[in-house]
């Protein structure tokens, strides 16, 4: 298995860049964390408190194609989801994964993203809860659920509310990656 998780360079949040990386990992995935630049990813807690520096493996402009992973994951943060859904690239990715029918897994405020790269339409799935309006307004079918997957869409759409969420969420993410290798 092998996964990548898109990132910018400030406010991701900590635990939701953090838990699913190490999940994934000891399930045997190679996770490759891309960033906007190859600089550290300073990640926040709770929006406000600064959380811990990542070093990315590599930026998204270096990513190659989609085909090279199994799957996409998008952490939360509101500021890093506002910055990742205005960058081409990470629309530009987003899009291939879905357009290879490969998974697509976003959190918190990731699926941001999901609006900005068209993949919210005809899809049900959760977010934090004051995104709600955004997704239900660009033709998602909201609900208020630890994890939504949604396979209605050609791929596999992976979505969840917030950090607590996160086991859910992470579990979710490896067992569709199992049930796709198998």
């Given at each position: ?12 949040e ?18 490759t ?6 600089e ?61 029918g ?14 900005d ?14 995104l ?27 979505t969840?509310r ?21």
């Open positions: 298995m092998s996964v990548l998780v898109l990132t910018t360079n400030y406010g991701t900590q635990d939701e860049l953090n838990r699913p990386v190490a999940v994934l990992r000891g399930a045997g995935a190679r996770v964390v891309a960033a906007q630049r190859h550290p990813v300073h990640t926040l807690v709770s929006d406000r408190r600064p959380g811990a520096d990542v070093m990315p493996d590599t930026t998204l402009a270096d990513v190659g194609d989609a085909e090279e992973y199994d799957a996409v994951v998008v952490p939360g943060g509101t500021v890093n989801a506002d910055r990742l859904r205005t960058d081409d690239r990470a629309r530009h990715l987003l899009a291939a994964f879905a357009a290879a490969k998974p697509v897994a976003a959190i918190c405020h990731g699926p941001w993203l999901l609006v790269s068209g993949l919210a339409r005809g899809r049900e799935l959760t977010s934090y809860p004051s709600r309006p955004d997704l239900e307004n660009a033709g998602a079918g909201w609900v208020d659920r630890e994890v939504v997957v949604d396979t209605s869409g050609g791929h596999p759409l992976i969840s917030r950090p607590r969420d996160l086991d859910a969420f992470s579990t979710a993410i490896v067992r569709t990656l199992e049930g796709r290798a198998g």
